[in-house]
């Protein structure tokens, strides 16, 4: 047994520790903040999408160097030198934002309200009778409006670009926003959870070539900004009072009063479902502890 303890000992004895002092301490705790800031950087803007790209590229990179394909190994070591030039052209718009952000805000104050994002509530039942009401009496007269719902993916990028309400959501409220000859019908409205956070927002457009030319700007507005998040947008034509929504890249037009809030349902539905996953995993890892 003694000899078991002895070489444990000389084990430990030949390990290295290096001596911690306090500059060592304050500069961890400097590297940390710094990739934290960035981590929810990347989730607030489009560059968390375009990251998730990014890594797949590198998984494949990855099982190639494992499985030993000459072809993609030699394409990527030839990339390899200009891949931080790629990277910087290609999260130039998204890293112009963020020096932006860190030159006017309070870096504190900006963490806190990312936090306050995230737990944003998901539009509730009244929230969806409310948006279908307001769209359906729009469609009805023939007033243009762009109707953004935040998923996951944050927009205050977006939101920035018009004049903040946050206000609750209610039809007459939507239906006063895209009234014509206000100041406020021109752009989008952005929702999140419940509330209205902005209108007169500026939106992406899309540069689909495949989009019938029919289609003016509010529907490439509303179709870009569902290429590039994950958001539902709903889009009433001001021309013929129709109906359509962009999700997920596509575009889909001349739907129902029904047909829109089956569709707001089931992206309610599937939130409420993530939601109760998430908590059943951490009441899971509660009770494990």
């Not at 911690?20 to 950087?41: H, N, R, T």
């Not at 030993?68 to 190994?73: D, P, T």
């Not at 889909?252 to 992206?267: C, H």
Request: aromatic share 8%; charged share 20%; with cysteine.
């Amino acid at each position: 047994m003694s000899t078991v303890w002895n070489q444990i000992r000389n084990y430990i004895s030949d390990l290295y520790f290096p001596k911690i002092q306090v500059i060592d301490i304050v500069e961890i705790l400097i590297i940390a903040f710094l990739i934290y800031f960035c981590m929810l950087w990347i989730q607030r803007t489009r560059a968390y999408s375009l990251l998730k790209g990014f890594l797949v590229v590198m998984v494949f990179i990855v099982i190639a160097s494992i499985l030993q394909m000459s072809a993609i190994l030699w394409i990527a070591s030839a990339l390899a030198p200009t891949a931080i030039t790629i990277l910087a052209i290609i999260f130039q718009p998204e890293l112009r934002k963020g020096l932006e952000s860190l030159g006017t805000k309070s870096i504190l104050s900006s963490i806190l309200t990312f936090n306050n994002e995230m737990k944003a509530e998901r539009f509730s039942d009244r929230s969806l009778s409310e948006i279908v009401r307001a769209v359906n009496e729009m469609s009805e007269v023939r007033t243009g409006a762009l109707i953004v719902i935040e998923q996951n993916i944050i927009l205050t990028e977006f939101i920035n670009t018009g004049i903040a309400l946050d206000s609750e959501i209610s039809s007459q409220l939507l239906v006063n926003i895209f009234e014509h000859n206000t100041p406020l019908h021109d752009g989008a409205v952005i929702i999140r959870g419940n509330r209205i956070q902005a209108a007169t927002c500026y939106l992406p457009l899309s540069d689909n070539a495949q989009l019938n030319k029919k289609y003016g700007t509010r529907h490439r507005a509303g179709l870009g900004i569902s290429e590039v998040s994950d958001s539902f947008t709903i889009i009433v034509s001001e021309e013929t009072g129709r109906v359509s929504y962009a999700y997920k890249g596509s575009l889909t037009t001349g739907i129902t009063a029904s047909s829109l809030r089956e569709e707001l349902y089931q992206i309610q539905k599937t939130v409420r479902d993530k939601d109760e996953r998430k908590l059943l995993f951490r009441k899971g890892k509660m009770k494990k502890k």
